[in-house]
């Protein structure tokens, strides 16, 4: 079991900077690949980026590319989401999730472990 917390939502002008943290407690977290995913009500729940427990490779999906950065920390058992450059389009609800996969998967349906997720607010 992976219990996942997010952390650092908030509201933000078009153009601004938020770091959305996720703390992960239970198994070893090091073996876990990380996503982050968002959703906005009455939507699907979106693929947002990436990053696999082996190797690190990450990936996003093209509307964040070059604006939102994934990292992780093993030590302290935590995976972040810098993102800068925000738009009113990126507001949603942020969630955290975990898999057992070797390589991280960009499909809901691959996570084992979710966060309770992050309402991230971008004005204009």
């Known amino acids: 079991q992976v219990q996942l917390v997010e952390s650092g939502g908030g509201v933000v002008q078009a153009g601004g900077s938020l770091r959305l943290s996720c703390a992960a407690s239970?198994?070893?977290?090091?073996?876990?690949?990380v996503g982050w995913f968002r959703q906005v009500p009455g939507k699907e729940r979106e693929f947002v980026a990436a990053?696999?427990?082996?190797?690190?490779?990450?990936s996003y999906t093209d509307s964040v590319k070059g604006r939102f950065t994934i990292s992780r920390d093993n030590a302290k058992n935590t995976v972040s989401l810098q993102m800068t450059s925000l738009k009113p389009e990126d507001t949603a609800i942020y969630y955290c999730?975990?898999?057992?996969?070797?390589?991280?998967?960009?499909?809901?349906?691959?996570?084992?472990?979710w966060g309770q997720g992050t309402q991230v607010t971008v004005s204009s």
């Open positions: 999730a975990a898999t057992s996969r070797a390589v991280a998967s960009k499909f809901v349906g691959d996570y084992n472990y």
């Open positions: 239970g198994q070893t977290f090091s073996r876990y690949s």
């Open positions: 990053m696999s427990w082996v190797g690190s490779g990450s």
